[in-house]
């Protein structure tokens, strides 16, 4: 069986190492789309059942919308399930790959992190197919992390481009991605509950994927599917508490608040990083350590969390490992080099690491801001950054992460996952 981290046997190179990767692939293992999709749905004579939801389906016609970075993993999940049952849908993912061998479900690829016309385009599209639908069909939603940048349909004169400089503006100021995504809501035609009463009044089965702290499903995606609490006057004054005056006009856009719209709307916590927690912590008790699940919704400066995790190593046993699950922030200067939260964090967990600890923090998408998923901190990325005579402290300094470990070869490889809970944090002790 192949791996998910493709350059396993290069970074393999000691045991504490191949420990630490193969919980990691449990992890990516527990949540791949497809199996948990096909595990999860099924149709047992005139009923679809989803987990322990059931959906009468005779003489209906069923449709499928997926959004975000697990659609086309879940597009072709439903597809081999319904087979003919599916009248048709539309998927837009991030993946750079379209699912050809998808017959019924029209394949949409955007971008991510920023929104483009791409993205606005295949929003328009989702919005137009979803308007068409009647009382009696019934509408499978996928949502998944990365839906809300893919969600882009601003009102004129507001574009995508004025859209990157608001996200931008706030990821440089440590906004959360919650406060994010509010703004983002208020901004565009297709989030904060405008998927669900674009399809009204047709029946939907939201499957939530969540991505995000705590399993807030009116934040995953920016709740596409969910009745909105907030208003655009919390929008704005997110802005004003973190100083930010856009560039271009913001046309702010009220979420639906009719209830109508959410009545006949079931949304499922289908998957969650609990789930990629639960197979690493199994498959870290068959490897002999003994294992505590310190948090599974963190937040915070990538860096300050990195440090943290490596004390409370320093104060455990032998043959244990701590894991974690959520989403930090880095908040950059300008002129900040490239790099990504998660290998920012085994950057700053090198100062303090040692030799029997390891820290491997990852992206459960396969991409932290860049090809690299993650990084590994250990004695063995210290000797390969001495090698290469690099200052862990300057690289960090100027957040140079991914130049880093793409010098000293210890950065994770994935490619995309085709899934998305949050990142997780696997943290060992010899």
């Known amino acids: 069986m192949g791996h998910t981290i493709q350059n396993f046997d290069t970074l393999a190179v000691n045991e504490l190492r191949r420990d630490a990767l193969a919980i990691a692939e449990a992890g990516y293992e527990a949540v791949d789309t497809e199996k948990v999709v096909r595990g999860k749905v099924q149709v047992v004579g005139e009923e679809l059942r989803i987990g322990d939801k059931s959906f009468n389906i005779k003489g209906r016609e069923i449709y499928f919308v997926g959004v975000g970075k697990c659609a086309f993993d879940g597009a072709e999940a439903i597809e081999k399930i319904l087979g003919e049952k599916l009248a048709g849908g539309v998927a837009l993912d991030v993946s750079l790959i379209a699912q050809s061998a998808l017959t019924k479900i029209e394949t949409y690829i955007g971008t991510?992190?920023?929104?483009?016309?791409?993205?606005?385009?295949?929003?328009?599209?989702?919005?137009?197919?979803?308007s068409g639908r009647e009382k009696n069909d019934l509408v499978i939603m996928l949502i998944s992390g990365g839906g809300s940048t893919l969600l882009c349909l601003p009102t004129a004169p507001m574009t995508c481009v004025d859209e990157s400089a608001l996200f931008e503006g706030l990821t440089a100021h440590g906004a959360s991605i919650q406060d994010i995504n509010i703004v983002r809501k208020h901004t565009s035609r297709a989030r904060g509950g405008a998927l669900a009463a674009a399809a009204y009044p047709a029946e939907v089965?939201?499957?939530i994927i969540s991505d995000v702290p705590e399993n807030?499903?009116?934040?995953?995606a920016s709740g596409p599917t969910v009745l909105d609490s907030t208003t655009v006057a919390d929008a704005k004054a997110i802005?004003?508490?973190?100083?930010?005056?856009?560039?271009?006009p913001i046309e702010f856009i009220e979420t639906p608040k009719e209830q109508k719209y959410f009545e006949?709307?079931?949304?499922?916590?289908f998957l969650t990083n609990q789930d990629a927690l639960s197979a690493m912590q199994t498959e870290a008790e068959k490897r002999g350590y003994a294992v505590t699940i310190a948090d599974n919704h963190f937040s915070g400066e990538a860096r300050e969390l990195g440090r943290a995790v490596v004390e409370k190593l320093h104060s455990s046993q032998s043959k244990t490992v701590l894991l974690y699950a959520g989403e930090s922030t880095v908040t950059l200067p300008p002129h900040a080099g490239t790099g990504g939260r998660n290998q920012e964090m085994a950057l700053a967990a090198l100062e303090t690491l040692r030799d029997d600890e390891l820290i491997l923090p990852f992206a459960s998408d396969g991409h932290d801001n860049t090809e690299h998923a993650g990084a590994i901190g250990d004695s063995a990325t210290r000797a390969h950054a001495e090698a290469h005579n690099l200052s862990v402290t300057e690289y960090l300094h100027?957040?140079?992460?991914?130049?880093?470990?793409?010098?000293?070869?210890?950065?994770?490889?994935?490619?995309?996952?085709?899934?998305?809970?949050?990142d997780l944090i696997i943290a060992l002790k010899r």
């Open 205 to 207: 089965a939201a499957l």
């Open 112 to 130: 991510h992190p920023l929104p483009s016309e791409a993205n606005v385009q295949a929003t328009t599209r989702i919005m137009e197919f979803l």
């Open 239 to 248: 802005l004003a508490t973190h100083d930010i005056t856009a560039s271009a």
């Open 216 to 220: 807030d499903i009116a934040s995953i």
């Open 398 to 422: 100027a957040h140079r992460s991914y130049d880093f470990f793409t010098a000293t070869n210890d950065a994770l490889v994935t490619s995309y996952t085709g899934s998305n809970v949050s």
């Open 264 to 269: 006949r709307v079931v949304n499922v916590l």
